[in-house]
């Protein structure tokens, strides 16, 4: 079965620094990987995904992930961390065409002036 | 194109009452998901569709029923209402070919007292 470690419960930046959100990933095969966030009193909203090629993916709002089949992981960063960054952020997994991806618990992000 | 959506935004049940979460969405999407959000949990899925007249349990069902009688509408039914179910409700959808990406309305937030 397909499992996501987001290990970090919150995280807290200051505005202008670099972030990085950690996700780990367990499945057999090749896994298709997300990263959604979620705005307060909002819905997630696809930041980025990863099926195959080029494990450096470019997402919106400046941020991006790079998938490294050794380590399992799929870590979520951004150069630069502006305060409207400041929500929840989720990664998920899921095998290719299954339609079910399995989210992790998720990451508040903390962005202090 | 409206997206995905949700009725209603918030909610108060008493215990033992009933109620449908409405979802809509207008994208031609096949896949549909109801999930429920408690804080630090992650999001867990509660019914899925594959099509219309199609539907499928997932992680914790019980407590609800779903319906899919056209491709644009997923009601998420509440029967007898516990405290339990005090949660941010969330549908998602997909569409063929991407099924893995998933389009999320904003959520009902419902309490039971």
């Known amino acids: 079965a397909q499992s996501v470690t987001q290990p970090d419960i919150h995280i807290t930046v200051s505005e202008g620094a670099s972030l990085e959100l950690r996700c780990n990933y367990s499945?057999?095969?090749?896994?298709?990987l997300f990263w959604y966030v979620q705005s307060p009193g909002q819905g997630l909203q696809l930041l980025l995904k990863?099926?195959?090629?080029?494990?450096l993916v470019q997402g919106i709002k400046g941020f991006e992930a790079e998938f490294k089949r050794s380590q399992s992981s799929f870590n979520l960063r951004k150069p630069s961390v502006h305060w409207s960054d400041a929500a929840e952020y989720f990664c998920?997994?899921?095998?290719?065409?299954?339609?079910?991806?399995?989210f992790g618990r998720g990451t508040s992000l903390i962005v202090h002036p | 194109n409206a997206g995905v959506t949700q009725t209603p935004k918030f909610r108060i049940l008493k215990i033992g009452q009933s109620m449908t979460l409405q979802c809509t969405q207008d994208?031609?999407?096949?896949?549909m998901y109801w999930y429920r959000q408690d804080p630090g949990m992650g999001l867990k899925l509660i019914y899925y569709?594959?099509?219309?007249?199609?539907?499928d349990k997932g992680e914790v069902p019980n407590g609800y029923n779903v319906s899919r009688s056209t491709t644009e509408d997923f009601p998420l039914r509440l029967e007898l209402a516990a405290p339990s179910q005090t949660s941010v409700y969330f549908c998602a959808s997909s569409w063929t070919g991407d099924e893995d990406t998933q389009y999320f309305g904003p959520g009902t937030r419902l309490t039971v007292l």
């Open positions: 990863y099926f195959s090629g080029d494990t």
């Open positions: 569709s594959v099509g219309a007249g199609i539907t």
């Open positions: 998920a997994v899921s095998s290719g065409g299954s339609y079910i991806p399995t």
């Open positions: 499945y057999g095969a090749t896994p298709y």
């Open positions: 994208m031609n999407h096949n896949y």
